[in-house]
């Protein structure tokens, strides 16, 4: 085999059906519903016709935005973290069997705890003037683990054999964690970052649900609040929102994947057969 | 054709300038099993040393424990030419080429036979032409900055030798390293293989379980019997290189072949 690697012409048609697909199914989706809701009269505050929560949407757009960016802010801050602790928190479990033995039913115990239970508790020792700091926190709690559980796992998944070439060549603790484990565990890493992101956007809504007080401006309390007043179609403008928001992480984080893993791994090259 | 009748491998009389002399080496394992049991054993400067035995004989064991890669249960194992440090451990350099290449899948080919030096604070610049020649000796001067799934398995392998030749080692131990590899492979890396060691000063020790790999390469071959492991025959392969097809098809080659083969017999009886 002395030829350069096969180069695939990049396939145009593949792609733009993709994308295409998708978007079709969503708009005679759309179509269908505005029809129905139309025709059988449905009553707005029941089911509201997409051309309604369009409107909601335009004619709440600089509120609903203010919303969109202290969700999104709070969900970022929350993820990174969440990564910063987990990865942390793998690289001193993988240090010492002991230490992981010692602290790994804690994590655990954190992390099976649903955060709706916990999040009064973080409310009230961080302040109702504070609900953002509480926020962060719960979104944290929930975001941490799925990096702090793959991360660990990476990180004992090293190849044994480079790991004895390393101690052959005498390098230390900390050249075999950044040489050898650390990029090994990339893919682990990275697969717990992708539903670490969704989690935070999760947690970050679940929380400010359960906070519930006119200090939170998120999102989820644009929600209550048009619940609250029977906006249905604003409700949906900031359910949509708030799906786009999830869509958008999730596509953030497996673009970050690719783009680390298409050299290498399995799961990011593409083949022949 | 000169003989040597099998024999206890301790004192071998040709043995050059030992580099490495094993004593009594044992090797227990926690669950009990005694996986070496009283191993002797010189290995010459520049000599090329195949560790013959059946499938659990402890040559692998053996090999790992020279690496220093374990702790030895009883006797010792010492580098007599080799500087030591303040703590009294050898400051040998060694290459070690594993059954399976080895190699870290998210690193080029390049960054692969790189990672020796790069531990020894060697920066990219100054490794870049020693990287380069190392690749040129085992035919892929092309190749650095490919990905090792790109590869087949025996330039994997040719990759893993590149790397353990790196450092420029007085000994390069391998552990069936072609092993896993088709036949015609294994011819073209048996000779690529020789025609890198001869005229060097360097010394293999080869772990093999194929009579006929380990009568084309080495002018030692040490058998080993299993359960427990220890040496059972010390056999010299006084042929001198280059040697070629023309070896591998000789009556005296045959020879060897059966005289190795009935030592390994009597060890498996």
Known sequence: ?273 | MQMFAPEAASASPHTAKPIITLNGVTKTYGNGTTALRDVDLAIGQSEFVSLLGPSGCGKSTLLRLIAGLGEISAGRIDWPQTAHTARGEPEHDIGFVFQEPTLMPWATVFDNVYLPLKLKRMSRRQAAPIIRDALTKVGLENFGKAYPRELSGGMKMRVSIARGLITRPSVLLMDEPFAALDEITRFRLNDDLLAMWAGQHWTVIFVTHSVYESVYLSDRIVVMGARPGRVTADIRIDEPYPRSEAFRLSSRYNDYCRLVSAALHETMT
Do not use: C
């Open chain 1, 1 to 273: 085999m002395s030829e350069a690697p096969i180069q695939h012409p990049p396939d145009i048609y593949g792609q733009v059906l993709k994308v295409a697909l998708p978007l079709l199914v969503g708009a005679i989706f759309l179509i269908v519903w505005q029809i129905v809701v139309t025709t059988l009269g449905v009553p707005k505050f029941v089911l509201p016709a997409p051309t309604l929560i369009w409107q909601a949407l335009i004619g709440n757009f600089w509120s609903l935005m203010g919303s969109l960016w202290f969700t999104l802010t709070v969900t970022v801050e929350a993820f990174i973290a969440a990564v910063i602790g987990g990865v942390a928190l793998a690289v001193l479990f993988a240090q010492s069997r002991w230490i992981a033995t010692a602290f790994f039913p804690y994590a655990v115990i954190l992390q099976v705890t649903p955060v709706v239970s916990i999040a009064p508790l973080i409310i009230i020792w961080v302040g109702y003037d504070n609900v953002r700091l509480a926020l962060l926190i719960l979104a944290w709690l929930v975001a941490f683990f799925p990096i702090l559980s793959n991360t660990t796992l990476g990180l004992r998944s090293t190849d044994h054999n480079l790991r004895n070439l390393m101690q052959l060549y005498g390098a230390s603790r900390w050249r075999v964690l950044t040489e050898i484990q650390f990029p090994g565990a990339l893919p682990f890493i990275l697969a717990g970052m992708k539903i670490s992101g969704g989690l935070s956007l999760i947690g970050a809504v679940v929380a400010e649900f359960v906070a519930g007080s006119g200090a939170s401006t998120g999102l989820a309390w644009r929600i209550i609040e048009a619940g609250n007043r029977l906006d249905i179609p604003r409700m949906f403008a900031a359910l949509g929102l708030l799906s786009v928001l999830g869509i958008l992480i999730f596509g953030v984080m497996s673009l970050i994947e690719y783009l680390a893993l298409r050299h290498w791994h399995e799961s990011a090259v593409r083949r022949e057969n």
